[in-house]
C-alpha cells in the first residue's frame, strides 16, 4: 500500500515539474535562441519601410499612377537597401574605414541595449569570429622552445592573442596568456582530440605534432 502511495507521488510530482518547470524552461531557451533573429528581422523591416517611405513621394511625383507601380516601389526600395549595404560593406574593405566605425560603434551603436549580444551572435554564427576554445594552438608562452597545448579564446587585436592553457589532468583549471601571433602554432585539429591529449596527462599528443607538421608544409607551399 505504501509503496502504491509512494508511485503515485513519484508520477504527480514528474507531471509537476513536467507542466512548470520543464515548460518554462524550455520555453525559455527557445526564446533566447530566437530572440537575436526576430530582432533582427524586425530591424531590417524598419530600415525596409524606411526606404519604401523615402522612395514612394520620389515615384508619386515621376508617375501620377504610382499606386498601381506598388511592386515597382518595393523593388527599388529593396535595391536602394542593398546598395546602401553594399557601400557600407565597399567603406570597410579599408583601414581608415574600419576604424573610423570603430569609433562611431563604441560611441553610438555600443549604447543600444543587446546591440554587442547580437554583433557577437552573428559574428560567431556567420563565421566572422571563431567560437572560444575551436581554434588549437601549440604556444610557445616564454619564448624558450618549450610548446604548451592551447585554446584561443579572443584575438586581442592583429598581432596578440589571448590563449588559455589547460592543465593536465583537470582541464577545467589553467593559465591565461596573451601571447604575440609569432609565437604560436595554428594547427587544424578538433578541440575534442586537443582536450583528450590534456586528460589523458599527455597520452596522444603526436597527433598534436602531426598536425603542426602538416601546417607547416602548408606555409612552405605557400
Do not use: C
Not at 596578440?160 to 592543465?167: K, N, R
Amino acid at each position: 500500500m505504501k509503496d502504491a502511495k509512494l508511485l503515485l507521488k513519484e508520477n504527480n510530482s514528474i507531471d509537476e515539474v513536467w507542466t512548470k518547470s520543464f515548460f518554462i524552461k524550455t520555453l525559455l531557451n527557445g526564446l533566447l535562441l530566437v530572440l537575436p533573429s526576430i530582432i533582427i528581422l524586425f530591424l531590417l523591416s524598419l530600415i525596409f519601410k524606411f526606404v519604401f517611405n523615402l522612395v514612394a513621394p520620389i515615384s508619386s511625383i515621376l508617375d501620377k499612377n504610382a499606386d498601381e507601380h506598388a511592386f515597382f516601389i518595393n523593388v527599388l526600395a529593396l535595391m536602394i537597401l542593398i546598395a546602401f549595404i553594399f557601400i557600407i560593406g565597399l567603406t570597410m574593405r579599408n583601414t581608415r574605414g574600419r576604424r573610423s566605425f570603430k569609433v562611431f560603434e563604441n560611441k553610438y551603436l555600443l549604447q543600444i541595449p543587446l546591440y554587442s549580444t547580437l554583433r557577437e551572435t552573428i559574428a560567431q554564427f556567420s563565421g566572422l569570429k571563431k567560437m572560444p576554445f575551436s581554434q588549437v594552438v601549440l604556444v610557445d608562452a616564454f619564448n624558450t622552445g618549450v610548446l604548451l597545448t592551447g585554446f584561443v579564446t579572443e584575438i586581442v587585436s592583429e598581432g596578440i592573442y589571448t590563449v588559455f592553457v589547460p592543465t593536465a589532468p583537470n582541464p577545467m583549471n589553467g593559465n591565461i596568456y596573451h601571447v604575440p601571433v609569432s609565437q604560436l602554432r595554428f594547427l587544424e585539429i578538433e578541440p575534442e582530440k586537443a582536450m583528450r591529449s590534456i586528460v589523458g596527462m599527455g597520452t596522444g599528443s603526436s597527433i598534436l605534432f602531426a598536425a603542426k607538421d602538416r601546417a607547416q608544409e602548408k606555409e612552405s607551399l605557400i
